[in-house]
């Protein structure tokens, strides 16, 4: 079984690129979705969150206004890291329980926004980046979200540079192009990755970003013990094999 993270700046595709990977065969874990099911009324984290930011966060119903609490953090880079100690556990230990149920041959796409600022790299075997130029970013949020350009701009610099991120990479996929060159791009790195998720011995795994550092903005949260019956096989001491970089040519 290999766990693959996915990860791009904001607008940068990756769910759909996510959709492609599910369609080849992949299982695919939506990390917003976990964090939304992290936030779900009476939870611990959602007590947290509305004791941190206060009532003001919250709709008629008690339920979180995700766009009032976004509008929050977005502009305080201390914020944002507050409400990443309270999220980002949860969401890690439901990442490490689907691990748990997938099957040795299986793949295990991660989608997630965050995977390298907050420096949860250590529970990938490969890292795949999503490029995009800020342009096309822009103009996706847009469509999708009905956000403006200043508010997209705010969200993208929160995270980290995606030259930074491309560098960490395995494998990246330049979203740039039409779909079809997408899914080209999608197909070859399918064909390398589903050979080795049903291949036997030890599973290389990026312990840390390459630079070493943890991300000031992005504390690093303590991982979870993944001894519960769940071996993710995440060996040291081995090279992880060098993948294509589209885009990079």
Not at 64 to 73: E, F, T, Y
Not at 206 to 215: C, I, N, T, V
């Amino acid at each position: 079984m290999r766990i693959v993270g996915l990860t791009g700046g904001f607008g940068s595709g990756k769910s759909f690129i996510a959709s492609l990977f599910r369609r080849l065969g992949a299982k695919v874990v939506d990390a917003d979705k976990l964090g939304h099911k992290a936030l779900k009324k009476g939870s611990t984290a959602y007590k947290k969150v509305v004791a941190v930011f206060g009532k003001k966060i919250l709709n008629p119903d008690l339920s979180i206004n995700r766009k009032a609490l976004a509008g929050i953090v977005f502009a305080d880079r201390k914020k944002i890291a507050k409400l990443n100690r309270i999220v980002h556990p949860g969401i890690i230990k439901d990442i490490v329980s689907s691990a748990g149920r997938c099957k040795k041959s299986e793949v295990l796409i991660v989608d997630a926004p965050l995977i390298c600022e907050t420096n949860i790299t250590g529970l990938m075997n490969f890292l795949i980046v999503v490029k995009a130029s800020k342009r096309n970013q822009i103009e996706r949020c847009s469509k999708r979200f009905g956000m403006g350009e200043k508010d997209v701009c705010k969200r993208i610099a929160m995270q980290m540079p995606l030259n930074k991120k491309v560098r960490m990479a395995d494998y990246t996929v330049d979203n740039n192009g039409t779909k079809e060159d997408t899914k080209k791009q999608v197909r070859k790195i399918w064909k390398e990755l589903k050979p080795l998720g049903t291949s036997a011995g030890s599973v290389p795994s990026r312990a840390k970003p390459r630079d070493g550092k943890s991300s000031g903005l992005y504390p690093e949260p303590c991982r979870p013990s993944v001894n519960s019956g769940l071996t993710l096989s995440l060996s040291k001491g081995r090279k992880i094999k060098r993948g294509y970089r589209y885009g990079d040519r």
